[in-house]
């Protein structure tokens, strides 16, 4: 499948969320997971490739994502700025833990948050983690198992891995 007019509003339509939410898990700020859907959706509009189907093209969508968030991350502009605990949080959650659950994740280095995000909220396989973050199964395990051991760490009682 190319990506035309058409194909690439229908992408824009199915994938918006999938691509927010992903930049919002790995960046932390709603701003900047706006510029990073924005920098993502450019790249589509300019690809002149093909994709064998949709499942390639989400996973094409996932890839470039991760890499936007990653130059977002390391760009020099970024130690400039005011921390987020300095900001007021403006999401709201049901239950205070979720609230507790959601700082705690973003504490956590870009590279844990990643694999969490991956395979909680977009129910990724190891394998497929692997293969999106160009690791090997063994790393995204480890770094799954290592980013629970810092939440239970932190959060102790309210952790709970259902």
Request: charged letters at 35%; hydrophobic letters at 35%.
């Amino acid at each position: 499948m190319t990506v035309d007019k058409d194909a690439f509003t229908t992408a824009v339509e199915q994938h918006q969320n999938t691509v927010y939410r992903t930049a919002l898990h790995a960046l932390g700020s709603p701003q900047d997971a706006d510029d990073a859907v924005q920098e993502v959706f450019l790249r589509l509009y300019s690809y002149r490739g093909t994709f064998e189907g949709e499942e390639h093209l989400r996973r094409w969508l996932l890839r470039v994502t991760v890499n936007c968030c990653r130059d977002l991350l390391k760009s020099p502009w970024r130690n400039r700025r005011v921390p987020l605990e300095a900001l007021p949080e403006p999401l709201v959650f049901d239950r205070p833990e979720q609230a507790a659950l959601y700082r705690e994740v973003l504490a956590l280095p870009e590279k844990y948050r990643t694999v969490l995000y991956l395979f909680y909220y977009e129910e990724l396989t190891v394998k497929e983690i692997g293969e999106l973050l160009e690791l090997k199964d063994s790393t995204v395990t480890t770094r799954l198992s290592r980013a629970r051991d810092r939440l239970r760490e932190r959060l102790g009682e309210a952790w709970r891995d259902d």
